[in-house]
């Protein structure tokens, strides 16, 4: 067998894995808190019901809108106009004649998007484009198959054109993540949380207390309503992480594990803001980078570029992605 059928053999065996995969529950060994759930059997709660009458407005604007305005998947909320430049037609509006959602509904018009999806802000161009190609081929799936999301991002990659990729893309690239989008800190002890399918909730009222975090990162808005109700993309997250979890990533990260894979700064630099093509990856979402992470090391992730990473993912540990991710989310991006 030459390299270019074995090629060719692996990803169709890749992508019948992760057919399969899709119709298996969770398994024990997933981090299910990178998936905005506590455990393996709780279903994604039932989808809100917006108001459509009450106007609301937040610091720094003067637009107001109801909640279901905010929720507008076709025209999402530009809270802060003045904070990236303007939007082409698929990132502010989408398509509704063919179903697509404005790429700034979900991943916000600065492109940070939010733990339950990616941060897009700065990515280099011919990556973005090979991932739209993956989704659409079927070579980017979840693990988790109460993450709906990514079949909707796959549903949208199919119906995308070449030209919006490329306007969506080359509007990502430009934009920059701020250092404080995602604070990590370390803490032995955490809010009580609900899983939402997006994130960790911070429980309010007579349930609230804290609890041990135990072997998890815990990822939740600092204010949960201005980023569930309104999307507002100033609204930060706060990752808690186990004490002592940045300092054995940063560890692995930089020796490889001594040794067990190749290190991350090889390929996306030494700072970890990416290569070239090759994307940055420091300051991402901790619940997002564990995510990618698990579905590289389980099939569910098959591109051409992830095979680079599959003898790096083979030898990870639960322990070793949850230190990766809490130690790549602590960076300056």
């Given amino acids: 067998m030459n390299i270019r059928t074995a090629t060719v053999s692996l990803l169709v065996i890749g992508v019948a894995a992760t057919a399969i995969a899709q119709t298996k529950s969770p398994a024990k060994d997933e981090p299910f808190w990178a998936w905005g759930y506590n455990d393996a059997t709780t279903p994604a709660p039932p989808a809100a019901v917006r108001d459509t009458t009450e106007k609301h407005t937040i610091p720094g604007t003067t637009l107001s809108l109801t909640e279901a305005q905010a929720q507008d ?135 609230a207390g804290m609890e041990p975090i135990g072997n998890r990162i815990v990822e939740t808005p600092i204010n949960n309503e201005d980023q569930e109700k309104w999307r507002n993309p100033r609204a930060t997250f706060i990752a808690y992480v186990p004490p002592g979890s940045i300092a054995k990533g940063k560890q692995l990260v930089e020796t490889g594990g001594n040794g067990r894979f190749t290190a991350c700064t090889v390929c996306h630099g030494q700072d970890l803001r990416g290569v070239g093509p090759i994307p940055p990856i420091a300051g991402r979402s901790p619940s997002y980078i564990a995510r990618q992470l698990y579905d590289m090391q389980n099939g569910n992730r098959s591109g051409s570029w992830t095979q680079l990473m599959a003898p790096v993912v083979a030898t990870l540990e639960p322990s070793d992605i949850l230190n990766l991710s809490a130690y790549v989310a602590s960076l300056k991006p």
């Avoid at 509704?96 to 998007?113: Q, V």
């Avoid at 993450?147 to 490329?166: P, W």
């Avoid at 404080?180 to 370390?186: G, N, P």
Wanted: include cysteine.
């Fill in 73 to 207: 998947r076709q025209s999402p909320p530009d809270w802060f106009p003045q904070d990236h430049p303007p939007m082409p037609p698929i990132v502010a509006h989408g398509d509704a004649a063919r179903m697509i959602y404005a790429c700034g509904f979900c991943h916000l018009p600065n492109g940070l998007g939010r733990p339950e999806n990616a941060n897009v802000a700065g990515l280099p161009v011919e990556y973005f484009r090979e991932q739209i190609k993956e989704f659409k081929n079927g070579q980017r799936v979840s693990s988790d198959p109460r993450k709906t999301n990514t079949a909707t991002m796959i549903g949208f990659a199919k119906a995308l054109t070449d030209a919006e990729v490329d306007q969506a893309a080359t509007y990502f690239a430009s934009l920059q993540e701020p250092a404080d989008w995602v604070k990590v800190m370390e803490s032995a002890m955490v809010p009580k949380t609900r899983g939402t399918g997006s994130w960790l909730t911070v429980i309010e009222g007579a349930d």
